[in-house]
């Protein structure tokens, strides 16, 4: 990690001398990597519970610019405009860190480079093909059923972006997903299941949701 700073510090209060630092400051990085991002792992644990097996966010990230405005007094750090552009993802970040409590809550944003996107969609088509019978694969395209996940999962230029808070103790904040929302897998194979049975008559219908049932 490499770093340059420009800012103001103020190190002692000027009315008692105590020490009582003040910090404002932008950080610029130009060149630097980050691996095993335990906020990124639990992303990762999200999406598999959504039953998006294979399609994960790298948990390293190495960047060739980034930024952040820092603020820092009486304990309470803030950040301001964090941003890091890299190979594997664009990243945003803001939010506050009580340091003496050590606590943090944090808003981050991932945009996933465009070569995640045909990944992605590949390791749902997978999934999908796994959770459909095998009497109705032929029938019931995969393929459709990821491009109804992407839908919800990659932006107008075609980019998985996600946007989720960190929040809690420094050591193990917890993590929760804003964007996208994540359908349940299962959910969209049973619902191209069903448009294909309906239309092939009621008694189909039931024989093959009852097939989709878990067991």
């Given amino acids: 990690?490499?770093?340059?700073?420009?800012?103001?510090?103020?190190?002692?209060s000027p009315r008692s001398g105590a020490l009582?630092?003040?910090?404002?400051?932008?950080?610029?990085s130009p060149q630097g990597s980050l691996s095993g991002i335990r906020a990124l792992a639990r992303v990762n644990?999200?999406?598999?519970?959504?039953?998006?097996?294979?399609?994960?966010?790298?948990?390293?990230?190495?960047?060739e610019r980034a930024a952040v405005?820092?603020?820092y007094e009486a304990g309470r750090l803030e950040l301001r405009n964090g941003s890091i552009s890299g190979q594997e993802a664009d990243v945003s970040f803001a939010g506050t860190c009580a340091t003496d409590a050590g606590r943090v809550e944090l808003e981050v944003g991932v945009r996933l480079?465009?070569?995640?996107?045909?990944?992605?969609?590949s390791a749902i088509r997978s999934g999908a093909e796994r959770l459909l019978p095998s009497s109705l694969r032929r029938a019931v395209d995969p393929g459709r059923i990821a491009d109804a996940a992407m839908a919800s999962l990659a932006g107008k230029d075609g980019r998985v972006f996600l946007k989720f808070v960190a929040s809690g103790g420094l050591g193990r904040p917890s993590v929760r997903l804003i964007e996208?929302?994540?359908?349940?897998?299962?959910?969209?194979?049973r619902a191209a299941a069903r448009e294909y049975l309906e239309a092939r008559g009621g008694g189909l219908l039931r024989w093959g949701l009852d097939l989709l049932r878990p067991h």
């Fill in 113 to 121: 480079a465009p070569g995640f996107t045909p990944a992605w969609r």
């Fill in 45 to 63: 644990e999200l999406i598999a519970l959504a039953g998006y097996g294979g399609a994960r966010v790298p948990e390293d990230i190495s960047w």
């Fill in 20 to 28: 009582d630092p003040r910090i404002e400051c932008r950080l610029d």
């Fill in 180 to 189: 996208p929302r994540f359908p349940p897998l299962a959910d969209l194979a």
């Fill in 1 to 12: 990690l490499r770093l340059q700073a420009a800012g103001r510090v103020r190190p002692f």
């Fill in 69 to 71: 405005e820092v603020a």
